[in-house]
């Protein structure tokens, strides 16, 4: 390729991970697709693919990011740069959702975790006076003495993004854990 091109696409792909740089129409569809391919059935089959090569077995994937999953699920529409992404997005935010709220029905009915989902009004760290949904998935009790969990968010300024933390302690025991991601950037 010319020299010409190569610079314009490799500034819209600098663009994708610098926020000072000027995004470009390139930088949009990388950005969409990116997020796109990692949902739907899809996205959701090559999630527990990876959550495997990391040696997570089903259990600990769903405690470790399954929040994560279904809030950027959830906000996927919005956080399409595209018009045309933003049609994937609906359709594959819709799927997502569905298939996860039936795998955590159907590992209550079979009595193997016991999980809800909790949607957590949080404000925008950019903007406070915005509210943004956080859909946390936490088990409905503590698996060691079945006491109640209690969850507690915060976010803080990272070099790469906005990220929340979620601690969860047992209100009887001292069974305690967390969780950390990147908020999307809507938030
Ligand atoms: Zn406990």
Redesign the pocket.
């Known amino acids: 390729m010319d020299k010409e091109k190569i610079s314009t696409i490799t500034s819209s792909l600098t663009a994708l991970y610098n926020e000072k740089q000027q995004a470009s129409p390139i930088t949009d569809v990388v950005h969409d697709a990116d997020f796109l391919a990692k949902f739907g059935y899809l996205g959701v089959a090559n999630y527990f693919v990876k959550s495997a090569l990391q040696g997570k077995n089903l259990y600990n994937t769903l405690v470790s990011s399954l929040s994560k999953e279904l809030t950027y699920a959830a906000s996927l529409p919005s956080n399409m740069r595209t018009v045309t992404a933003k049609k994937f997005a609906e359709k594959k935010s819709e799927a997502t959702l569905h298939y996860y709220q039936g795998l955590l029905d159907e590992l209550r009915e079979a009595g193997i975790a016991l999980f809800k989902v909790v949607d957590e009004s949080f404000p925008c760290p950019k903007n406070p006076d915005k509210k943004f949904i956080l859909r946390m998935v936490v088990p409905e009790a503590?698996?060691?003495?079945?006491?109640k969990?209690s969850l507690n968010l915060v976010s803080q300024t990272h070099t790469k993004c906005e990220q929340l933390t979620a601690k969860i302690h047992?209100?009887?025991?001292?069974?305690h854990y967390q969780i950390s991601f990147c908020l999307p950037e809507m938030a």
């Open positions: 503590c698996p060691e003495c079945s006491g969990l047992c209100v009887r025991c001292m069974n």
